[in-house]
Structure formats: C-alpha cells, structure tokens
C-alpha cells in the first residue's frame, strides 16, 4: 500500500534519532508455532500497511519458546523482507529460553549467545532494537550493559534497550551505557489505566536520561476493551489457554471499572480500546504503545485510536476516579 505512512505517527525515541510509530505490535501472543500461521501473517501485513513499521519479539515468544521469532523470519520471506530498511525490529533476552546456567538472567554469555539464535530464526544480519528484558540483581549491571554495548559494536543491534527495570536502575544503566557510548535508547515498562506504577518516578527519570518510553499491554491484555462485558468469549485470551490472562481475572470489580470507563469512551466517541491506548499517548515522553492482538481487525481499531488523542481535565479527573494512579 503507497499510504501507509499518510495516517500513522512517528515519534522520536526520547533524544536520539530514532522515530517509531505511536502503535508497534507485539509478537507476544498468537505469533507462536500453537497458532494460525495466516492469522499471524495477516496481522503483520495489516499492522504495516497502517504504517506500524515497528514489530516487537523476544527470544522466547511462542509458545514454542523461539517460534514466534521463527514464524516472524517467515512472514518476512513471505511478504516484508524486501521493506526491511522501513522496519524497526526488536527482541530481547532475559527470561528463561534454554536449560542450564547460561540460558536465563542478564550474563554477557547469555546475551550474546541469545541474539545469535534471535537472528538465525529471524535469518536476519541485525536487530534495531536489542533489550535486556528484565533486570537481574546477580549479574553487576556492568557486565550486562557491557554486552548490550558489545551487540552494538558487532553490528548485530543498531540501539540497546531495557525492559521492565525499576526507575533507579534505569538511570545507574542509562549512565554505564552513556559512558560506554552506546545510548539507552528506550525502556519498555508495562502500564495501562489498570497499572500506574511508572507515573509515580520511571516516566520522569526516563525524561531526565532522554530515553524513551514503549509501553506494554496498554489493554491490560485486552481487559480494556469491552469484550469481557459479556461473560468471557472463548477466542478471547482470558478464554484461551495464554496463562497470563484466566477467567479468575475477570472479577466482578474489574468489570464495573470496565463498564464505567467503557461509558467515558462511549461519550468520547471512541472504543473503550482505541481510549485506553489514547490514555496511554497523552505523556509528552510515550513514544508508542505496544500492543498485542488476536485478529487484523483489531489493529485496525486499535491505529484508529489516533483520531483522538485529546483528553479533557474532566475525562481525566473521571478516569482518575474509577482507575487511581
Ligand atoms: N517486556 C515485557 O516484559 C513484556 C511483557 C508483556 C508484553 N510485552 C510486549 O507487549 C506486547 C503487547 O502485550 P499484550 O498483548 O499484553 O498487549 P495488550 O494490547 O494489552 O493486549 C492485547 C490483547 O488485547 C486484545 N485486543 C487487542 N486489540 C483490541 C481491540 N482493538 N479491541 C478489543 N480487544 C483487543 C487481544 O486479545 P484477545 O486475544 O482477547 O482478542 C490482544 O491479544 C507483547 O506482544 C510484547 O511484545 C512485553
């Protein structure tokens, strides 16, 4: 499609040179060897021709661990490789991938040796973005920024990022980074209207260092949306087998939050989606929100959250009331 970048917004990853598109898709979920092939081959197709150019994965995104990555160098075969200097693709290292010592945490071998696999089942030369995936209290946070650095310097990573760290360890890696000449240039925190936490000191450290912000599951996996007001459909994640998201979770206080705010987006003229998602990119220093999905409809919903991105102190205030920081 020749309009793919006529509706989407890019935006800089805090001060580096990098844009990325306000909406990026996560391979978290229904990408994996369990899924629908097409389904995920779809997906992407939708999410790039809505000017989605940032697709995010990780080492053990599946289930299968690794067949999300796999699955990806496919669809890149099929249709994406050729726009590979249009894309912006992530992964990561972390959490658990293989057995023994040196498959889990944040150790230079288990780095090093993860983004070497990331790429073969990708069949890609680099990454633009490789991250730490969580942080890791045994590994000195040198070694482990010293290997972000080395992936850089190998040019099998463009940029290096981190995931989930605390706000005060985000600004002891962004300084060791810093010194090492390799920018932190973006940190990929969870929140959603249900999940605060990175208002209360992550947001404005992160502004400080001039790194960017990408949030995940900006739906709370897909609560933020009005599909559980219903009852639990059994294609929708909570119905299905992830582990992450169970029935149990759907509580009846869950659900009179949902149905409140799904009144607000109503009065917006917005899904309760494409609010949550607005809700998120109303910080100055959000460059994207990262969400996930199970249908190229929902992309297509999701992108069209950017009609609206206004909030009004009362809106806000409302929000505030029903979800407090
Ligand atoms: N760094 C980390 O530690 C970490 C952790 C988690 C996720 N992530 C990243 O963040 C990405 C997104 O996470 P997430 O999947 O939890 O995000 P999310 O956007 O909060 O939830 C996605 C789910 O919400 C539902 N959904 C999506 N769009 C919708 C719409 N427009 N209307 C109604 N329902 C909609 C779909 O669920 P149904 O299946 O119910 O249709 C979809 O699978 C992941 O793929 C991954 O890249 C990173």
Redesign the pocket.
């Known amino acids: 499609m020749s309009n793919r970048y006529d509706h989407m917004q890019y935006r800089r990853s805090g001060r580096s040179g990098l844009k990325l598109p306000a909406i990026s898709l996560?391979?978290?979920?229904?990408f994996g060897g369990i899924n629908s092939f097409e389904n995920a081959r779809s997906m992407s197709r939708t999410a790039f021709d809505l000017g989605v150019t940032h697709f995010?994965l990780a080492n053990n995104y599946g289930p299968p661990a690794g067949s999300a990555e796999e699955n990806f160098g496919r669809i890149l075969d099929h249709d994406l490789r050729a726009f590979r200097d249009e894309l912006v693709i992530s992964t990561?290292a972390g959490y658990h991938m293989w057995n023994g010592p040196y498959g889990d945490h944040g150790s230079r071998k288990y780095l090093l040796s993860s983004l070497d696999q990331s790429l073969k089942r990708m069949k890609l030369d680099y990454v633009d973005i490789f991250y730490h995936?969580?942080p890791d209290n045994e590994t000195p946070l040198e070694e482990t920024m010293t290997a972000l650095d080395s992936t850089v310097r190998s040019g099998k990573a463009l940029y290096v990022a981190i995931?989930?760290y605390p706000a005060e360890k985000t600004a002891e890696a962004a300084r060791i980074l810093r010194e090492l000449g390799t920018p932190c240039l973006i940190h990929?925190p969870?929140y959603?209207i249900f999940n605060r936490w990175i208002e209360k000191d992550l947001l404005a450290t992160l502004e400080t260092e001039g790194v960017g912000c990408i949030v995940?599951?900006?739906?709370?996996?897909?609560m933020l949306?009005d599909?559980y007001l219903g009852g639990v459909p059994a294609d929708?994640?909570a119905g299905g087998p992830s582990g992450f998201l169970n029935a149990n979770s759907i509580t009846e206080e869950k659900l009179a939050k949902i149905r409140a705010l799904n009144e607000i987006a109503q009065q917006r003229g917005q899904?309760l989606?494409q609010m949550a998602l607005s809700w998120c990119l109303r910080h100055q220093g959000m460059t994207s929100v990262?969400?996930?999905?199970?249908?190229p409809a929902?992309i297509a919903?999701?992108v069209g959250c950017l009609s609206n991105l206004e909030f009004s102190a009362e809106e806000l205030a409302a929000i505030d009331e029903i979800a407090p920081a």
């Open positions: 996560g391979l978290w979920h229904n995010d990561k995936h969580r995931s989930n990929q969870s959603s995940f599951s900006p739906l709370a996996q897909g949306s599909k929708s994640r899904s989606a990262l969400i996930g999905a199970s249908k929902q919903d999701s």
